[in-house]
């Protein structure tokens, strides 16, 4: 998602800071923007100090590891960005009296025992599992940015994004839908944990990447979901990218991992009535999109492979 905003600010002649310290970020999905006069990146992990000369209007903290493999490869390192990465950035907003968005998640609501979810509900997370260092890591975080707003003066946004997809998602991100696609377009079975009837509802990062703008540009101090609430389970979203990558691949089964949410479903009408949004990318056309990039990408892995070989 960050290299999409960038993107997008730098279409729109704006002045770009990208901080990252690579953790999970390619900079192969940046090096694009490295000849654009208006941007400049400075590889940093916001869990120490962030000090940025000149001007900053606003910041956008999308930083940690989302995906559940690499969020729990480092949990106390997860807990920290979430928790003193959202302090330090906090913090520049204040001093540089910028507004500031966090990247929340619908995992603060945990295995959700309500369908839809609305921001109203407090959600349902066990502290103390495997999952806990990021769902508990971005409740902290809402919470440091309700202060920061409510009596540091700081104009914060706080967006509760739901499954996100697109082009510039690493191949061994870990995710549904990039595990599917890969496993799909190298003919592997696709991996489904549990008996597939799990759902969850997936965004195209173009339409995400509008609903944050939005939100940043809005007055609302609230949290507010993010994403796209078509509805569909792991069995469905398998068949459908095996059949968009006409694979020859099947379908295994693996045991469901601890406090995998059973369902995920955003109620966006809070989006809808504050922000005037609303996805527009259909699953279909937003896979077709994203299986392309990855066939490209993967063709390119092997050349490069390739190449050093010789």
């Given at each position: 998602m960050g290299?999409h905003?960038?993107?997008?600010?730098?279409?729109?002649?704006?002045?770009v800071i990208?901080?990252?310290?690579?953790?999970?970020?390619s900079?192969r999905?940046i090096?694009?923007?490295?000849?654009?006069?208006?941007?400049r990146f400075?590889?940093?992990?916001?869990?120490?100090?962030?000090?940025?000369a000149?001007?900053?209007d606003?910041?956008?903290?999308?930083a940690?590891?989302?995906?559940p493999?690499?969020?729990?490869?480092d949990?106390?390192?997860?807990?920290?960005?979430?928790?003193?990465?959202?302090?330090?950035?906090?913090?520049?907003?204040?001093?540089?009296?910028?507004?500031i968005?966090?990247s929340?998640?619908?995992e603060?609501?945990?295995d959700p025992e309500?369908?839809?979810?609305?921001?109203?509900y407090?959600?349902?997370?066990?502290?103390?599992?495997?999952?806990?260092?990021?769902?508990?890591?971005?409740?902290?975080?809402?919470t440091?940015?309700?202060?920061?707003?409510?009596?540091?003066?700081v104009?914060?946004r706080?967006?509760?994004?739901f499954n996100t997809?697109?082009?510039?998602m690493?191949?061994?991100?870990?995710?549904?839908?990039?595990?599917?696609?890969?496993?799909?377009?190298?003919?592997?079975?696709?991996?489904?944990?549990?008996?597939?009837?799990?759902?969850?509802?997936?965004?195209?990062?173009s339409?995400?990447?509008?609903g944050?703008?939005?939100?940043?540009?809005?007055?609302e101090k609230?949290p507010?979901?993010?994403?796209n609430?078509?509805?569909f389970?792991?069995?469905?979203l398998?068949?459908?990218?095996a059949?968009?990558t006409?694979t020859?691949?099947g379908?295994?089964?693996?045991?469901?991992?601890?406090?995998?949410?059973?369902?995920?479903?955003?109620?966006i009408?809070?989006?809808?009535?504050?922000l005037?949004?609303?996805?527009?990318v259909?699953?279909?056309?937003?896979?077709?999109?994203?299986?392309d990039?990855y066939?490209e990408?993967?063709?390119a892995?092997?050349?490069?492979?390739?190449?050093?070989?010789q």
């Amino acid at each position: 998602m960050g290299s999409h905003l960038c993107q997008r600010f730098l279409n729109e002649g704006h002045q770009v800071i990208c901080l990252d310290n690579l953790q999970t970020g390619s900079i192969r999905n940046i090096t694009p923007f490295f000849d654009a006069s208006g941007f400049r990146f400075i590889e940093h992990d916001i869990c120490e100090p962030v000090s940025v000369a000149g001007r900053i209007d606003e910041i956008y903290n999308m930083a940690c590891a989302a995906s559940p493999g690499r969020y729990q490869a480092d949990p106390i390192h997860t807990s920290r960005t979430c928790f003193q990465g959202a302090l330090n950035l906090l913090e520049l907003a204040k001093d540089k009296g910028a507004r500031i968005l966090l990247s929340s998640t619908s995992e603060i609501y945990g295995d959700p025992e309500v369908s839809l979810q609305s921001e109203e509900y407090r959600g349902s997370v066990n502290t103390c599992g495997p999952r806990a260092c990021y769902d508990e890591g971005k409740r902290i975080a809402e919470t440091l940015f309700w202060e920061f707003g409510a009596h540091q003066g700081v104009e914060t946004r706080i967006a509760r994004i739901f499954n996100t997809y697109g082009p510039n998602m690493d191949p061994e991100d870990g995710r549904v839908v990039s595990n599917f696609i890969v496993q799909a377009l190298q003919d592997q079975d696709l991996t489904i944990y549990g008996t597939g009837e799990q759902t969850r509802s997936f965004c195209f990062v173009s339409d995400l990447v509008d609903g944050l703008v939005r939100l940043m540009a809005s007055d609302e101090k609230m949290p507010v979901n993010l994403g796209n609430p078509g509805e569909f389970t792991m069995l469905e979203l398998a068949r459908k990218v095996a059949k968009m990558t006409r694979t020859r691949a099947g379908i295994v089964h693996k045991p469901l991992p601890q406090d995998d949410p059973r369902q995920r479903r955003p109620d966006i009408s809070k989006a809808a009535d504050v922000l005037g949004w609303a996805p527009e990318v259909a699953l279909e056309q937003g896979l077709e999109t994203t299986i392309d990039w990855y066939r490209e990408r993967l063709s390119a892995d092997r050349e490069a492979v390739a190449q050093v070989g010789q």
